[in-house]
């Protein structure tokens, strides 16, 4: 082999060897300069790219949910024709009762971008960021219940974890408020992957199956009342005085095409967003 | 002053990047076309191995950048499969489309095989179904649509060859 073509195959191992060191040393990058590297890199070169994406997705869903964003348009559209009358009779019998005005509460709509569909299950890239309010820390629910909590925030997007995440814990309780736990996701395998689990609580109060399990408002980052799942069944082994359950959960993070991110103490209850009952919760 | 060849590879990456991130979402199927492979394959048989190796790296950051979870994986199988490729265009990589159309297979499989081992987020069953279902699937895929790309790119990079 002549020297020169030598020296270039030896230059291109070289930079291939670079490139393999580089990637390895971003996998094992703490997730705090990962995610500030990922972040970076989305709100810079691939920016265009992450609006493409989010562009395409906002496409896919008007092409799919057309019909039904048509009907759904006529009946806001009857609705509306009465809203004047209906808000007058409103604020006339909340004052005649001397009600308060209903809670406002704040969140910023986002899409759930589609991700390359492997290493992706316990993230979500959404289309809003902090130029849209979004902050970290915030939870993001779904039409469903909770989805999972905004983790790293760039200008335009978000990235949140999702109850698949094994870093993921929420403080739960029943709708009645009688057992509180902490909801994580249930570390089995096969279909048990996709179910979760509520650990911690007392021994004494016993959750029926079918019951259904809410955020409990404490810790400050889910406000009260977002359904987090069902009771399938008691997990047996749990050591100490204290009951693990199963549970079905509200939310399949593949489903997950339009989320609302709620800004941090912008509410304390949810309970009447999705008025969930005790008599309810039975499986069906 | 960039030569018409290497302009016109760029623009076949640039299309390839833009229908990862526009047709794949509208798809949004389980086992999707990875328009990145491609592009990284057809530049890698089209360049030296470093410079495939550097194209792979930038097209795994890319992808890598959207899906944080699994950050560098993809940059490592690309590189891989660029690198890889590009070393044996000479030996494989004749004239033949369909013998290219396999080998845009081969590189599908062989990033999400590297991909999934360098994660190390799935295992068992999980692992299993992934390999031996949804990435021949898309592999297979990526290799129909592969084997449309190169015959309608081949005579253009050919003739600014020639």
New interface residues.
């Given amino acids: 082999m002549p020297r020169g073509a030598r020296t270039?195959?030896r230059?291109?191992?070289?930079?291939?060897a670079a490139?393999?060191l580089?990637?390895?040393?971003?996998?094992?990058?703490p997730d705090a300069p990962?995610?500030r590297?990922?972040?970076a890199?989305?709100g810079t070169?691939?920016a265009p790219?992450?609006t493409?994406?989010q562009?395409?997705?906002l496409?896919?869903r008007a092409?799919t949910s057309h019909d039904s964003l048509v009907l759904i348009a006529d009946s806001v559209l009857r609705r509306s024709q009465r809203l004047d009358e209906v808000t007058s009779e409103n604020a006339r019998l909340r004052a005649l009762l001397r009600l308060g005005q209903s809670i406002p509460w704040d969140f910023v709509p986002a899409e759930a971008?589609?991700?390359?569909?492997?290493?992706?299950?316990?993230?979500l890239?959404l289309s809003a960021g902090a130029r849209a309010g979004v902050q970290r820390l915030s939870a993001v629910v779904a039409a469903e219940g909770l989805v999972g909590m905004v983790q790293?925030v760039d200008a335009q997007s978000s990235?949140a974890i999702v109850w698949p995440?094994p870093e993921l814990r929420m403080s739960a309780t029943s709708v009645d408020g009688t057992a509180f736990g902490i909801v994580t996701a249930h570390q089995g395998?096969?279909v048990a992957?996709y179910l979760l689990e509520m650990r911690g609580v007392s021994f004494r109060t016993k959750l029926p199956v079918g019951a259904q399990v809410v955020s409990s408002g404490l810790g400050g980052v889910y406000p009260r009342g977002i359904p987090i799942g069902t009771v399938i069944e008691e997990l047996r082994g749990a050591a100490g005085w204290e009951r693990s359950y199963l549970l079905r959960p509200a939310v399949r993070p593949p489903d997950v095409t339009s989320v609302l991110i709620l800004r941090p103490g912008s509410v304390a209850t949810m309970d009447s967003v999705w008025r969930v009952a005790p008599d309810t919760t039975r499986p069906r | 002053m960039i030569p018409a060849r290497s302009l016109s590879i760029a623009v076949v990456v640039a299309v390839m990047?833009?229908l990862h991130?526009?047709?794949?979402?509208?798809l949004?199927w389980?086992?999707?076309v990875?328009f990145l492979t491609i592009a990284v394959l057809v530049v890698a048989v089209r360049v030296?191995?470093?410079?495939a190796?550097?194209v792979?790296?930038a097209m795994?950051?890319?992808?890598?950048?959207?899906?944080?979870?699994?950050?560098?994986?993809?940059?490592?199988a690309m590189?891989?499969v660029g690198?890889s490729a590009?070393r044996l265009k000479s030996a494989f990589f004749a004239d033949n489309v369909l013998i290219n159309a396999v080998f845009v297979f081969v590189g599908k499989v062989a990033f999400?095989l590297i991909?999934?081992v360098?994660?190390r987020?799935?295992g068992?069953?999980?692992l299993a179904a992934?390999l031996l279902l949804?990435t021949p699937l898309?592999a297979l895929l990526t290799a129909v649509v592969g084997l449309f790309v190169m015959s309608v790119v081949r005579p253009t990079l050919e003739r600014r060859r020639g």
């Fill in positions: 270039d195959t230059a291109d191992t070289a930079i291939a490139c393999v580089v990637a390895l040393i971003l996998l094992v990058l990962r995610a590297t990922a972040g890199i989305r070169v691939v790219l992450v493409m994406q562009r395409a997705s496409a896919r092409f971008l589609v991700g390359r569909g492997m290493g992706d299950d316990n993230t890239l790293h990235v995440n395998v096969g992957a | 990047l833009a991130f526009t047709l794949r979402p509208i949004d389980r086992a999707g990875d030296r191995p470093g410079v190796a550097l792979g790296f795994g950051i890319v992808a890598d950048a959207l899906a944080p979870e699994a950050f560098g994986a993809g940059a490592l590189t891989i690198f590009s999400d991909f999934l360098a994660e987020r799935l068992g069953a999980a992934q949804w898309s």
